[in-house]
């Protein structure tokens, strides 16, 4: 029985709560509070009485010991009865009551009969002002309980309690008491619910394994529950997706709905039913992999019959013209289709000809055709369709009496027996005819005139094109087809120009009809002559606009006495000093331009030179050169009718940047000699040899002479490969233009090329292997050419080419290759491994291919080749290759369970890095396994019952990859021959 007394002052509303909870802390209050750690000072009172006038003394105390200021108190009174088999004495206080002991079965001393004890007990808190006092009335006659269920019920009531207090201890560590807890000795000790034993250092329970909560009363789930569950009274309620004790196991979809076993979150159907959930029907020998299985029906692949797809078939029987393989028809020749029951269509038709009016085709058939069926029709709208019928031996037809540049749809057809093929069609356009008569009626600087003659039938127009040398501004027109002449303005001059006339008709064009051109150039204008003296005159001109080549210059004395004299000079110059003339003569001078070997109109006029002081002397005559070099002329002229005593040479190049003369003594003999040395290569001078007597001299002869160019020297063979030659040479002096190589081989075959002057080296390519060639070297400058520098150089000899490997083998490999150029006795072959052996071995000269055998097995070998002629040896022509693996041999698989096999095998003879096994069930891989190639087996785990497995296994090497062996098991039922669900169940639960 528990009373509750109000307290002796009025509490707030807000403090109700408070009462509630200092009730339950009543039943556990320590005895005696000690200090806490932050000195606060709690307060333990206990006083025993045994009569109510006692009550007042302990109250009196108590109010002495308050603090100033009055406490708020709780009285708390419990009246406990005691069985009357127990002795209803308690030892509060062993220091007061010594003699109070409670040993169950003895009887209370007479002195305890005489009426009940009560014992109050007051904690006083300085800090909260709450005081907290405990009246226990506990009586002391023995009375005869009925049995031991009131000790039962009171310490359910304990227990209870003990829940209490423990939910306040917990509240009050969240510090809704704040820093005012209480501390002291204990004088009952929790039980934890029997599940668990109290611990002072915590303050609390430490549970028993499988018990929780405050008082260890609350039965705790396996492992949580795994985390995917919530637990209910010890019992794991688990997600939608997992079972099991602890929900630790994932659950198969519609728990496979009652027809299988649900293994690692999978469905092992029975035999009868399969998809994910076992609701599917299984086909009958599912399909025999040549169908799929649809609500238990095979839906069979095409070729395919049966309730299991194992019975082949063939559409429509081939029609009886073909057989029926793997359920295709493979037709007769001259048949097509999937039952055969159509002609097979021409193959590849194709156009052998085509001019104006006719088209050529080709094709190919079978023999077995009767006839063909040819339409053609332009593909132009409303043409009309026409037909040809050819024999079925003919592979070819020429169409006539076509139009001219019109675009035809051609259809093929194959016939047997009035049954007529698909066409195979091909479509081709007549050619135009060419244009004629191209004509040029007339060419200025810049315009061209152009003329051609007309077509006699209908077509669209014309298209002229002029197109430059350079291909730098071409110029394109079309024109009506009543036109048959046309001017072309804008073009260049001294231009060369292809003109290119074609015909249009729809999108056909005919063939060009061609021709050349060149306009005419601009030439120099304005020429003047000033400085006239005696034998000098210099010369003047307006450069053209257009770009030119060189300038000519030519004069000679007017009326045709004498030779005319001819300069080729620089494009740039535009003055020019004529010298060695002839006095008081009248000379004709002009100036014209030169493109591209055409040359200009010229501009000219007369001058005449000033007389000589001197008394006349017959002027040497017949001067002629007789030889030069790069650096000398020699000379030679009839000695003049009068006695002289020598003559004076004269000359300077033409552009007077050199000037000098010498004296030559008269030869006695009819004529005389002189030689001019130190002069520059590859330069025109201007000579005149006047006859000296004293102080006079006679009119000069003149004459202009170039020295040789210089030759390029040091001609040196620097490297030669089997189709080329590198050459080097020394640098010429004076001016060049370029080089000429010129090569001939011993075939008699002349080859040149150009080389820039700046360059001296060149390599000559495209040569024919193991060959001699001759060659020079020249500089050229304009048409003049040095003397060549010569030599003799051979090519090497041409390795074999293409090098193919085919048929590689464990322990061969096949070598092809083409056969080189040049001749030769010989192929001499080499291969070696990474074992360092070299072997080589001689092929004749007539093979091109070679089979090399005894090779080790996943092996690399380098392999070159070379042929051989005498004791020259051609560049080695090489090649890797890796021989192939063995595989490895005797796959098994032993110990087949419900759930997996120990495959076995033996490995090859070559080295391996590692093995690929592939494991394969209802033709779908369901596992790749890399096995170490020190391994020679591999447990495999985790398969399905009664399941038919395909494993292959092969071996690899670096990029190599060997064979592969292949073997089939099937693993065993899960259940006994009986068909027991016993082995089943163990088989699952070994699983989990």
Known sequence: MLLLQKPSRTMKPAAAWMLTLALSLALQTPSHAAPSGDSKLVRTVRVKRQAPGEEFLASAALSNQSLGEQAVVFNHVYNINVPMESLCSVDLESSSAPDVRADLGSRPPMEALAGPTEYTEQTVDTDSQVTFTHRINIPKAACGCPSATTVQQL???????????????AHCDSSCCGDNSATGRLDFVPACGGHGSFSFDLCGCVCEEGWGGKN?????????????????????????????????????????????????????????????????????????DQGACVNATCQCRPGYVGEDCSLVYCANNCSKKGLCKDGFCVCQEGFAGDDCNSVAAVMNVRV???????I?????????????????????????????????????????????????NINVFAVINNSISVPSSITVSTYLSNPNGLLFKSITETTVEVQWQPFYYSFDGWEISFIPKDNDGGMTAQLPSTITSFLQSGLRPGEEYTVNLVALRDQGRSQPVTATVTTLIDGPTQLVVRDVSDTVAFVEWTPPKAKIDQIVLRYGLLGGEGPRTTFRLQPTLSQYSLQVLRPGSRYHVSVSGVRRG???????????????????????????????????????????EAEVEGYQVVYSTL????????IVPRNEEATTKTTLTDLMPGTEYGIGISAMQGANQSTPATMNARTGLDVPLDLTVTASTDNTITLVWGVVSGPIDHYKVTYTSSSGTTTEKTVPKDVTTTTLTDLEPGTEYTITVAARRGRQQSTAATIDAFTGMDPPKEITMSLVTEDSVTISWIKPLAPFDYYKMSYQSARGRVDSLVIDSDVTNYTLSSLFPATEYEISLTAVMGSQESKAAGTAVFTAMDMPAELTALNITPQGALLRWNPPMSDVDNYVLTLTHSQVTTDTVLVESNRQDHQLASLRPSTTYSVALYATKGPLTSGTVITNFQTRKPWDSQGHQLAFYAYSRQLK
């Open 155 to 169: 310490a359910t009531r304990i227990e209870m309690l003990e829940r209490e207090v423990s939910l306040l201890r």
């Open 655 to 662: 552009a007077g940047d050199q000037y000098d003369q010498v």
């Open 360 to 408: 050529e085709l080709e094709w190919e058939g079978s023999a077995v055709l009767t006839d063909f069926l040819l339409t053609y029709a332009p593909s132009s709208p409303g043409g009309v369709e026409l037909e040809l019928r050819l024999p079925g031996n003919s592979t070819s037809c020429l169409i006539s009496e076509l139009g001219a540049g019109v675009e035809y």
């Open 598 to 640: 055409n040359e200009s109109g010229p501009v000219s006029t007369e001058f005449t030179t000033v007389l000589s002081f001197f008394s006349e002397i017959d002027a040497p005559k017949n001067l002629r050169l007789l030889s030069k070099t790069s650096t000398t002329l020699e000379l030679e002229w009839d000695n003049s």
């Open 352 to 358: 052998r000809g085509v001019t104006e009016r006719t």
């Open 216 to 288: 260890c009363s609350e039965p705790r789930c396996p492992d949580d529950c795994s985390g995917q569950g919530v637990c209910v009274e010890g019992e794991c309620a688990c997600d939608r997706d997992f079972g099991g004790d602890n929900c630790s196991e994932p659950r198969c979809p519609s728990d496979c709905s009652g027809r299988g076993l649900c293994i690692d979150g999978d469905c092992v159907c029975e035999e009868a039913y399969t998809g994910e959930d076992c609701t599917l029907g299984r086909c009958l020998n599912d399909c025999s």
